[in-house]
């Protein structure tokens, strides 16, 4: 029954190869989010849609892109990895953004390893 | 400043402890604060929301004190179910709120 899926939960990748993580969901959420989670630190938001509207964070580097065909699904694409972008990434959903009560429901996670 | 702020710790306590871990915020605007547990290597789980003067639910008190701008977790009975780390969250709005997570507490609870 799991509500947010991502894919690969593990993924290995060389110091410059392009890479996409994939997310979905089944809860049809309005807002997708991506977080990048280094060890010990707090999940940082990277951008995050609402509905098709693509909202970036002012200080996510230009390496990272996102996609989102359809309500179900949204893609992490990353153009040259480099060693620091090593790290969990989370995908979350909420329905709204626009009530300070709205909860987000995170997928599992893709750990990222960059050789 | 960050703009919401934990002890890393790690709290080691023995089971059947009661344990407490603040949170301080700067937003003075926000007004709904979120707790969510994360395991190892998971991801995080909402714990307890907080939205007035304070939650509880079970061996989980939430409380929130604007005045001071921070928020607190208590933890009674501990469980080494309970060891996890605790993450606290305030929302901001900025056309729409974004969750801004604090770094985590980490919780260890031994036998």
């Known amino acids: 029954d799991a509500m947010v899926i991502q894919n690969p939960r593990y993924q290995v990748t060389q110091f410059g190869k392009p890479v996409t993580l994939s997310c979905s969901q089944t809860?049809?959420?309005?807002?997708m989010y991506w977080y990048q989670q280094k060890s010990s630190q707090a999940p940082k938001l990277l951008f995050h849609?609402?509905?098709?509207?693509?909202?970036n964070e002012a200080d996510t580097p230009d390496n990272f892109q996102s996609r989102r065909p359809n309500t179900s699904f949204c893609f992490l694409d990353i153009r040259s990895p480099g060693l620091g972008d090593a790290a969990m990434y989370l995908c979350?959903?909420?329905?709204?953004?626009?009530?300070?009560?709205?909860?987000?429901?995170f997928g599992p996670g893709t750990r990222l390893t960059v050789t | 400043r960050k703009e919401v702020e934990q002890d890393p710790g790690p709290f080691n306590v023995p089971e059947g402890a009661t344990v407490a871990f603040n949170c301080t915020y700067s937003?003075?605007?926000?007004?709904?604060f979120f707790w969510y547990r994360q395991d190892c290597r998971k991801e995080p789980k909402l714990l307890m929301s907080?939205?007035?003067s304070g939650n509880e639910d079970g061996r989980f008190t939430a409380q929130l004190n604007r005045a001071s701008q921070y928020i607190s977790l208590l933890i009674r009975d501990s469980k080494l179910s309970d060891s996890a780390t605790y993450l606290c969250?305030?929302?901001?709005?900025?056309?729409?709120?974004?969750?801004?997570f604090g770094a985590g507490t980490r919780l260890f609870v031994k036998a």
């Open positions: 809860l049809n959420h309005n807002v």
């Open positions: 937003n003075s605007a926000s007004q709904s």
């Open positions: 979350a959903t909420s329905s709204d953004r626009d009530s300070p009560t709205y909860e987000q429901y």
């Open positions: 907080v939205y007035s």
């Open positions: 849609y609402y509905d098709k509207d693509f909202n």
């Open positions: 969250v305030c929302p901001r709005y900025t056309g729409g709120f974004k969750t801004i």
